[in-house]
């Protein structure tokens, strides 16, 4: 009988407690309920307490809710006005141009009140993961949700974890049952309104983020061949002191190090891969070079074809990339760190300098005693170790430089950033002077070779222009940036960088056209198969078409590389010639210049691969195939024809002229055919079908 009394009891203190727990909100009754269930029994002390926690969370979720709401309404309103005030400078430029003083100052203005991308961008990845832990969150109570509605095994699972009190299982799955209604769906509800808000957060400081960024680079564009500093001066003397003063201090190196903790606990496991990845080509890197140094230099060009070649390219990329690879890893894992504030502009800046790092291990590989250059490409001794001095050189002192002046001008607000990064501009320019000069020398650089073995070519004869141009350009936006530009003077030396990367495989590619060339050749007359006639007419349309190939490459290289440097490159581009009609009912579609520009260059292809066809499927299908000279004549006449039509509809695509435009034009041929053109028609059907049966074949008469 007292058994019974007790367990009636405690059942209408836990319903009580419960029910009191239930209607308040607030802690402090909370807790007071909580201890006073404590004293009474360890197992309704406990379901109070995860009441009192699930109760706390939906609160503070609610809160945080509410805050993001804000935030997201401040953005959209944000995203507005920015739309708006880019939409009326681009007006503003395209009705007065970009040099007047008004529409400069205007963009200056506009430039100085936009926040800084690096942090918009450190807030979205904050973003992104508050998204990610509160969907994370929202999954675990509602696991909780579905584990306390399964009351019974809820209560017997307590009683299990608290074997000390004495509230059995049918007594404790009333209050699982309130805690699953009263408690727990409330937080799930909350969670899946915070995570929702939260993914509008994501998505919509992405579109302010992009169009910030599209926002600044307009403004950069139009801004670029103005001063963004005085002129250099005292001031920038004592900047720098102060600035470099500040790397002497323990608490910056202390904060550093926090960062980069803070960037591995952050994305540990892209670190470990990251590194994993770097130590593995470095190990390959290693026993590279061993190998290439005992690897003995043909003496044949019969070796050097374009598999090895090919080869041994890929070979220097394997070679070069442990360094830039670790530079990119790092730089990006800390930039996207949200809260390694001080280490942030140097893992940026770690990122930029990356792909300078890149080439310069590239060119050192290619140039190595034994690398790819003197072993497949025929450099000479001088030029590989003028290549490599050089490298050395923006190695020691270019390098080192343009990371101090892309770290400094990520340094917003930081004392003496400014003028710090004027100076490493400064260094990095003159050190690249020193060695564009030396690398594009006439006679021991680059194009050396190709000087020698073709005095009256294109790039031998425009050495009175390229050379000073190259050796110059430098020089003058280091005086550029003394004067004050030194956002052009940075800028520009990306697009040096990238010219130097065209340039560099330009050198690659006409040095493989020579050796790939001589090295098919070679095979010919080992083989027989040729007469000298035919031998040199395959030649002269092989080394042809390798010319044009790399004049085309060329070209399209530079305007990559200097595109986003003149907007009028794309303006012109985009400049439409004419409307052709797209449909009946559709808007007219515009032929650019850019479209025209790429007709004309099918159709200079299509003619050149007409007239050197002979030459290129001769020395490709020979150095496989047994075939004899008739069976190659057949494959040269189909492949012109098959080529003449491609390119027919490729450069009618180019000009947005669709087979239902010339539809009436295949028609009136078709009549034709049928009545005036019989006779030769049915002459060239004749013609393949002799071209594959083969029934006549070359040297038969």
Same mark, same amino acid.
């Given at each position: 009988?007292?058994?019974?009394?007790?367990?009636?009891?405690?059942?209408?203190?836990?319903?009580? /407690?419960?029910?009191?727990?239930?209607?308040?909100?607030?802690?402090?009754?909370?807790?007071?309920?909580?201890?006073?269930?404590?004293?009474?029994?360890?197992?309704?002390?406990?379901?109070?307490?995860?009441?009192?926690?699930? &109760?706390?969370?939906?609160?503070?979720?609610?809160?945080?809710?509410?805050?993001?709401?804000?935030?997201?309404?401040?953005?959209?309103? &944000?995203?507005?006005?920015?739309?708006?005030?880019?939409?009326?400078?681009?007006?503003?430029? =395209?009705?007065?141009?970009?040099?007047?003083?008004?529409?400069?100052?205007?963009?200056?203005?506009?430039?100085?009140?936009?926040?800084?991308?690096?942090?918009?961008?450190?807030?979205?990845?904050?973003?992104?993961?508050?998204?990610?832990?509160?969907?994370?969150?929202?999954?675990?109570?509602?696991?909780?949700?579905?584990?306390?509605?399964?009351?019974?095994?809820?209560?017997?699972? %307590?009683?299990?974890?608290?074997?000390? +009190?004495?509230?059995?299982?049918?007594?404790?799955?009333?209050?699982?049952?309130?805690?699953?209604?009263?408690?727990?769906?409330?937080?799930?509800?909350?969670?899946?309104?915070?995570?929702?808000? %939260?993914?509008?957060?994501?998505?919509?400081?992405?579109?302010?983020?992009?169009?910030?960024?599209?926002?600044?680079?307009?403004?950069?564009?139009? =801004?670029?061949?103005?001063?963004?500093?005085?002129?250099?001066?005292?001031?920038?003397?004592?900047?720098?002191?102060?600035?470099?003063?500040?790397?002497?201090?323990?608490?910056?190196?202390?904060?550093?190090?926090?960062?980069?903790?803070?960037?591995?606990?952050?994305?540990? *496991?892209?670190?470990?891969?990251?590194?994993?990845?770097?130590?593995?080509?470095?190990?390959?890197?290693? #026993?590279?070079?061993? *190998?290439?140094?005992?690897?003995?230099?043909?003496?044949?060009?019969?070796?050097?074809?374009?598999?090895?070649?090919?080869?041994?390219?890929?070979?220097?990329? /394997?070679?070069?990339?442990?360094?830039?690879?670790?530079?990119?890893?790092?730089?990006?894992?800390?930039?996207?760190?949200?809260?390694?504030?001080? &280490?942030?502009?140097?893992?940026?800046?770690?990122?930029?300098?990356?792909?300078?790092?890149?080439?310069?291990?590239?060119?050192?590989?290619?140039?190595?005693?034994?690398?790819?250059?003197?072993?497949?490409? +025929?450099?000479?001794?001088?030029?590989?170790?003028?290549?490599?001095?050089?490298?050395?050189?923006?190695?020691?002192?270019?390098?080192?430089?343009?990371?101090?002046?892309?770290?400094?001008?990520?340094?917003?607000?930081?004392?003496?950033?400014?003028?710090?990064?004027?100076?490493?501009?400064?260094?990095?320019?003159?050190?690249?002077?020193?060695?564009?000069?030396?690398?594009?020398?006439?006679?021991?650089?680059?194009?050396?070779?190709?000087?020698?073995?073709?005095?009256?070519?294109?790039?031998?004869?425009?050495?009175?222009?390229?050379?000073?141009?190259?050796?110059?350009?430098?020089?003058?936006?280091?005086?550029?940036?003394?004067?004050?530009?030194?956002?052009?003077?940075?800028? $520009?030396?990306?697009?040096?960088?990238?010219?130097? @990367?065209?340039?560099?495989?330009?050198?690659?590619?006409?040095?493989?056209?020579?050796?790939?060339?001589?090295?098919?050749?070679?095979?010919?007359?080992?083989?027989?198969?040729?007469? &000298?006639?035919?031998?040199?007419?395959?030649?002269?349309?092989?080394?042809?078409?390798?010319?044009?190939?790399?004049?085309?490459?060329?070209?399209?290289?530079?305007?990559?590389? @200097?595109?986003?440097?003149?907007?009028?490159?794309?303006?012109?581009?985009?400049?439409?010639?004419?409307?052709?009609?797209?449909?009946?009912?559709?808007? #007219? $579609?515009?032929?650019?210049?850019?479209?025209?520009?790429?007709?004309?260059?099918?159709? $200079?292809?299509?003619?050149?691969?007409?007239?050197?066809?002979?030459?290129?499927?001769?020395? $490709?299908?020979?150095?496989?195939?047994?075939?004899?000279?008739?069976?190659?004549?057949?494959?040269?006449?189909? +492949?012109?024809? =098959?080529?003449?039509?491609?390119?027919?509809?490729?450069?009618?695509?180019?000009?947005?002229?669709?087979?239902?435009?010339?539809?009436?034009?295949?028609?009136?041929?078709?009549?034709?055919?049928?009545?005036?053109?019989?006779?030769? *028609?049915?002459?060239?059907?004749?013609?393949? /079908?002799?071209?594959?049966?083969?029934?006549?074949?070359?040297?038969?008469?």
């Amino acid at each position: 009988m007292q058994q019974v009394l007790k367990g009636f009891m405690l059942v209408l203190m836990a319903m009580f /407690i419960s029910t009191n727990i239930g209607a308040t909100s607030t802690t402090a009754p909370l807790q007071v309920q909580s201890a006073q269930a404590a004293e009474t029994d360890p197992r309704i002390a406990a379901i109070a307490r995860y009441n009192q926690d699930a &109760a706390n969370e939906t609160a503070r979720v609610r809160a945080d809710q509410e805050h993001v709401s804000q935030v997201v309404g401040n953005l959209k309103v &944000a995203i507005k006005e920015l739309r708006a005030i880019k939409e009326s400078d681009e007006r503003r430029v =395209l009705l007065a141009g970009s040099g007047s003083d008004p529409i400069t100052e205007v963009l200056l203005r506009h430039r100085d009140s936009l926040p800084p991308l690096a942090n918009q961008r450190r807030d979205l990845e904050a973003a992104r993961t508050g998204a990610a832990s509160a969907e994370i969150g929202r999954l675990d109570a509602t696991e909780d949700l579905a584990g306390a509605e399964r009351t019974n095994e809820a209560a017997e699972a %307590l009683i299990a974890d608290q074997p000390t +009190g004495h509230a059995t299982a049918a007594e404790l799955a009333p209050l699982f049952r309130q805690r699953a209604d009263q408690y727990l769906r409330p937080l799930v509800s909350a969670l899946t309104s915070y995570s929702a808000i %939260l993914a509008e957060e994501v998505v919509v400081r992405s579109e302010y983020t992009e169009l910030l960024e599209q926002y600044r680079n307009f403004i950069d564009t139009h =801004l670029l061949w103005l001063p963004d500093m005085p002129v250099i001066g005292e001031r920038d003397v004592r900047g720098v002191t102060d600035h470099v003063g500040r790397y002497a201090t323990r608490t910056f190196w202390g904060a550093i190090g926090e960062d980069l903790v803070d960037s591995f606990r952050f994305r540990p *496991f892209r670190w470990i891969g990251g590194a994993l990845l770097v130590l593995a080509l470095a190990l390959i890197r290693g #026993r590279g070079f061993r *190998f290439i140094s005992k690897t003995p230099v043909p003496g044949s060009s019969t070796e050097a074809g374009l598999v090895n070649i090919g080869s041994a390219v890929l070979e220097s990329v /394997i070679l070069a990339a442990p360094i830039p690879l670790a530079l990119q890893f790092a730089g990006l894992l800390i930039e996207s760190t949200p809260a390694a504030a001080t &280490a942030a502009p140097f893992g940026s800046a770690m990122h930029s300098v990356a792909g300078y790092a890149f080439l310069i291990s590239f060119a050192l590989a290619l140039s190595a005693h034994g690398g790819a250059g003197e072993r497949q490409l +025929g450099w000479s001794l001088s030029t590989m170790t003028s290549i490599r001095r050089a490298m050395l050189a923006l190695a020691a002192g270019f390098l080192p430089a343009i990371f101090v002046a892309q770290a400094s001008l990520n340094m917003d607000g930081i004392a003496g950033s400014e003028e710090i990064a004027r100076w490493a501009v400064i260094v990095a320019l003159l050190v690249l002077t020193a060695v564009s000069a030396r690398i594009f020398r006439p006679s021991h650089g680059v194009f050396s070779g190709v000087i020698a073995a073709n005095p009256t070519g294109l790039i031998s004869m425009l050495r009175p222009v390229w050379y000073p141009v190259c050796a110059l350009l430098p020089a003058v936006l280091a005086l550029g940036a003394a004067a004050g530009y030194v956002i052009t003077a940075i800028t $520009v030396v990306e697009n040096i960088a990238r010219s130097y @990367w065209v340039i560099l495989l330009l050198a690659v590619g006409i040095s493989a056209l020579g050796r790939i060339g001589g090295a098919a050749l070679d095979r010919f007359d080992l083989a027989g198969q040729l007469e &000298a006639r035919e031998e040199a007419r395959f030649e002269d349309q092989l080394r042809s078409f390798g010319r044009l190939l790399l004049a085309l490459v060329t070209v399209a290289g530079l305007a990559w590389a @200097w595109n986003d440097l003149i907007p009028a490159f794309g303006i012109v581009s985009n400049m439409a010639v004419w409307t052709v009609a797209a449909g009946e009912g559709s808007a #007219r $579609v515009p032929v650019t210049v850019r479209d025209a520009v790429f007709c004309v260059a099918t159709v $200079v292809v299509t003619m050149s691969l007409v007239r050197d066809l002979p030459g290129i499927i001769n020395i $490709v299908i020979l150095r496989r195939f047994p075939i004899d000279r008739s069976a190659r004549y057949a494959l040269v006449a189909l +492949g012109r024809y =098959l080529i003449v039509v491609t390119g027919i509809i490729v450069a009618l695509a180019c000009l947005r002229i669709r087979w239902n435009d010339v539809q009436w034009l295949a028609a009136a041929v078709t009549v034709g055919l049928g009545f005036g053109l019989q006779e030769i *028609f049915a002459n060239f059907v004749s013609g393949l /079908i002799l071209l594959a049966e083969r029934p006549v074949r070359i040297g038969d008469l």
